[in-house]
């Protein structure tokens, strides 16, 4: 293959005061793959909630606050365009798609890795936080875990599949639900709501109950529910689950809004054995789930389970579903220099979907 022209710098979107919802575009060096990496030219990333936590300094987990000048994202897809040294017998190559997901880099090495949870890597890197994230045309990642792009899907509908689309199939086969089961998703008008609407109707065959503001209606029938509960009108949720599904209440739940209030109800709306699913992370002073008891909890055999994001081989499992057309992200694309304003929609909770940057 012909060589590629690398330019000297090239343009990033970064966090320039973080605390607050800003961005600003800056020229940085591009750099070289050192051991065992490739230099991939990014075209699209998605944008994702979990970067305004990190932006916003809002997540108390976080060890260390975000320093400005990070450059933020997760969701990237492009080309590699250059090899570092010991990459001779990697899976990819120079001309390859592949893209960079949340988890950055692993270690491969400790308990967690070698059980096969890579999502949950004692030793992890994640991208946009202690690596320079997708929002720029240029990232280096370890050859030996960027995650290849089918052929027949495009990078801008890849691109969110690498979160939301893996981290809710994932949260989906952890859930327990089978086919034909009872399934409610909270936030499921979200970037990663009406994902998980598709793959759990039409990849899972679970009957789904959308649960999200009226604004989100459409959005979440056209994905496949069966129902849609919405929030501002409908004095108790639980009672309303309950009524769709013959008294009882839904097999799982998935929680995939960082809303407090989602969680405070989420264990109310399930039957006997039932299970709640724990993606969105909560902002601020956490709220402790309500009926959360030991005498409750035991009584109805429940239990609550917690997904940050899936692991390798569910993200090359969750893209295989997406060039099949099982799983399409609603989205539309934004240029790099449009970031501020969308976190800003998206943050204010009128976000529909997905927003995929295009990085040219």
Same mark, same amino acid.
């Given at each position: ?12 979107? !970064? ?6 919802? $800003? ?23 998605? =944008?994702?909630?979990? *970067?305004?936590? %990190? ?8 060890? #260390?606050?975000?320093?400005?000048? /990070? ?17 001779? $017998? ?5 001309? *390859? ?10 270690? *491969? ?12 890597? #004692?030793? /992890? ?89 009226? $604004?989100?209606? *459409? ?56 299970? %709640? ?9 956490? =709220?402790?789930?309500? $009926? ?5 909890? !035991? ?5 609550? @389970?917690? =997904?940050? @994001?899936?692991?390798?081989? +569910?993200?090359? +499992? ?7 057309? =099982?799983?399409?992200?609603? #989205? ?9 304003? !969308?976190? /800003?929609?998206?943050? +204010?909770?009128?976000? /529909?979907?997905? %927003? ?5």
């Amino acid at each position: 293959m012909a060589s590629v022209e690398i330019p000297k710098t090239y343009k990033a979107a !970064v966090y320039d005061k973080p605390g607050s919802i $800003s961005t600003k575009i800056e020229m940085l060096e591009t750099p070289e793959p050192g051991p065992g990496q490739v230099l991939i030219n990014l075209t699209h990333s998605g =944008v994702c909630h979990s *970067d305004i936590g %990190v932006m916003m300094n809002s997540w108390a987990a976080l060890p #260390f606050p975000t320093q400005a000048g /990070q450059v933020g994202g997760h969701e990237g897809v492009g080309k590699i365009v250059k090899m570092g040294p010991g990459t001779e $017998s990697a899976a990819v190559k120079v001309g *390859d798609r592949v893209g960079i997901k949340w988890i950055s880099a692993i270690c *491969d090495s400790c308990p967690a890795c070698l059980a096969g949870h890579d999502g949950i890597c #004692f030793n /992890q890197k994640v991208s946009g936080y202690y690596t320079p994230g997708t929002f720029q045309q240029y990232v280096l990642g370890p050859a030996s875990y960027v995650t290849p792009i089918p052929d027949g899907l495009d990078s801008a509908s890849a691109a969110p599949m690498l979160c939301a689309g893996v981290t809710t199939y994932a949260a989906l086969r952890r859930s327990g639900a089978e086919s034909g089961q009872w399934v409610v998703i909270l936030g499921a008008g979200g970037g990663l709501g009406h994902l998980a609407v598709q793959l759990s109707a039409h990849a899972m065959a679970h009957r789904v109950i959308g649960i999200d503001a009226s $604004s989100k209606r *459409d959005l979440v029938l056209s994905s496949g529910a069966s129902h849609f509960i919405p929030l501002e009108t409908t004095p108790s949720i639980p009672e309303a689950v309950k009524e769709l599904t013959g008294g009882l209440g839904a097999h799982a739940v998935l929680v995939l809004t960082a809303n407090n209030a989602a969680y405070a109800t989420s264990l109310d709306l399930l039957r006997f054995g039932g299970r %709640v699913v724990c993606v969105g992370i909560p902002e601020g002073e956490p =709220v402790p789930i309500k $009926s959360a008891l030991p005498q409750f909890i !035991v009584a109805k055999a429940l239990s609550v @389970v917690g =997904v940050a @994001v899936g692991d390798r081989r +569910e993200a090359i +499992e969750v893209l295989e579903f997406a060039a099949r057309g =099982v799983v399409k992200t609603h #989205f539309r694309i934004e240029k790099m220099e449009k970031l501020t304003e !969308v976190f /800003q929609e998206m943050f +204010e909770g009128k976000l /529909q979907g997905r %927003v995929v940057l295009e990085l040219s």
